[in-house]
């Protein structure tokens, strides 16, 4: 049971990343389609990102209230008849109109599935199930670029829009017939806006989960760097076509799957704060390899995509337990402090990939350093967290 909840929740879980990635090779058929300009094309990614971060506030919330199924089926629903109208857009402003529904409903199973795993399971378990899951859903991002590649040379970029709404359509199948409400009706908080608007204002006063989630946030900053500058990074700095987008994404997730995969064996093992500071430490090594080789060396396969291995193996092993270990301060509110959490990952996730990457994704050393600065703010974040008296749990 437990391997089917886990397939279940990492597929939604996916949904989000493969709406992210599987498009990124159609930006410059997109730019052609709709004589666009490359930095209107780019906000179809931009705008997503925030609309998917703005809901990731509420998700948690609603499950709250009203279940985390009926929240899950809803959000399903809506992102498949954004994708379907996305497929037949007829110009860029429709696409991104669609793109801004798509976001904001694509968030839902991540949010809503963390809080179903923390309704199950606690303490080791619920970080093991929630480690596979983050190694399951890893295959996302390595495989979405890549098929977005050969379903753009194959059949031009609107059949990617036709494959994630398939997608969306599978996974509403699954969640009617395989996923049962975890948080009993007992267990729902009323949905009183006085009540929920105390509880985000309790979360957002507690300075130990603020700076554990902005240390999250930061550390995936430098993966989202290289989303957002997948495009140029693969076709402009290492001259590979659309459908080589495998060079980028594969060593990125690679080292994220392998690194989840060790994070849920360590947990029996090893103290959270230990497996964060191995993660961090090997983050900072991957940071330093990847300037050091961008100063000399002009950037080329296969040296230019080994330190995204490396960086992403240490940040698997460090975002678990800095996830769960921020969580935890609110067991009563699971579901809102998800979605807090989720929305300043997401929130930071969509600043850098929508505002600094276009600013770096000239330079693969620029791009280098940006990983780098953002590993710094994490890292500091991460020691504050550590300093004073913790806030007592709800």
Sequence with gaps: MNILLTLLLAGLTMVGPLAIDTYLPSFPAITVAFDASPLLVQQTLSMFL????????????????????????????????????????????????????????????????RAIVLDRFDGIQAQKILSHIMMVFGLAPAIAPVLGGWLQVSFGWRSIFWFLSAFGVIMLVAVLRALPESLAVKDRHPFHLGVIAKNYWKVLCHQHFLLLAVAVGMCFAGVALYIGSAAYFVMHILHLPETAFAWMFVPLISGMVVGSALSGKFAHRYSRKAQVWLGFAIMIVAGVINVGYNLFFVAAVPWAVMPLFIYSFGLALAMTPLSMIALEYFPNNSGLASSMQS????????????????????????????????????????????????VTHD
């Design 50 to 113: 925030f609309c998917f971060a703005f809901m990731m506030l509420f998700y948690g919330t609603l499950s709250d209230s009203f279940g985390r199924r009926p929240v899950i089926v809803v959000s399903l629903v809506l992102y498949i008849a954004a994708s379907v109208v996305a497929a037949m857009a007829p110009s860029i402003g429709v696409l991104l109109a669609c793109r801004v529904v798509q976001g904001l409903a694509a968030g839902a199973g991540s949010v809503v599935g």
């Design 343 to 390: 929305f300043i990952q997401m929130l930071l996730f969509a600043l850098v990939s929508g505002l600094v990457a276009p600013l770096l994704f000239d330079s693969a050393l620029n791009l280098a350093w940006g990983v780098l600065a953002s590993l710094v703010l994490s890292v500091i974040a991460w020691l504050l967290a550590q300093t004073g008296t913790p």
